[in-house]
């Protein structure tokens, strides 16, 4: 019994197989650079952690749930040999779809409690190393805001997060931050504000 079956009928136009042919090789890529993406986002993670232990960092995003993401890798990865498979004219059988759908309930079984109990692990992991969580600059859904002082966190700077954010993470690996300097470019980045919404 063969394990795929063709996806083109010989009547078939050459602008259905050209179209679908780019919707594989399109989605083939899309599994893969999801798949690299949160190898990559484990292993940033893994050097903050090493970093901090280290003390270079001073400010960071919490993304501890990334180590659940890992476990959909296996998924990503048959989902793109699939769909690569469809570009040689194959289609997986139902035997195989069935084994999809199992590799991928089994993932989202051991990828949802992994996230919980990583992310859980990075919050208790920065606390002990004097972090503070900084909710002004963690509006909606965003990733947690850590400072390791949280005279770094003014509530003000909830209109501007994203820069503010950003001109703090870029002073990691720059020996210890000026309290002086913060609040210079705060004053900056709210007087620009200020000046283009009022």
């Known amino acids: 019994m063969r394990a795929y079956e063709t996806v083109f009928k010989p009547e078939d136009s050459l602008i259905k197989k050209v179209t679908y042919i780019t919707l594989f090789i399109s989605l083939t890529l899309l599994f893969l650079f999801l798949a690299y993406l949160f190898f990559s986002e484990a292993l940033k993670m893994k050097q903050t952690i090493n970093d901090i232990s280290e003390g270079k960092v001073y400010f960071l995003k919490q993304k501890g749930r990334v180590f659940g993401f ?75 805001f850590y400072v390791y002082d949280e005279q770094f966190c003014d509530e003000e700077g909830v209109v501007i997060s994203y820069k503010i954010k950003k001109w703090l993470l870029k002073k990691n690996g720059q020996g210890e931050p000026s309290l002086d300097e913060f609040k210079e470019i705060m004053t900056l980045y709210l007087s620009e504000y200020y000046e283009l919404f009022n």
């Not at 992991?125 to 963690?138: A, D, I, P, Q, R």
């Open 70 to 144: 890992i476990c959909f890798i296996p998924l990503l990865l048959i989902l793109a040999y699939m769909f690569a498979h469809g570009v040689c004219n194959r289609r997986p059988t139902k035997i195989i779809i069935g084994l999809v759908v199992k590799v991928a309930v089994f993932c989202i079984f051991i990828a949802i409690p992994t996230s919980i109990f990583s992310s859980i692990y990075m919050t208790d992991y920065l606390h002990e190393k004097g972090f503070v969580e900084c909710t002004s600059y963690s509006p909606g859904i965003s990733s947690d």
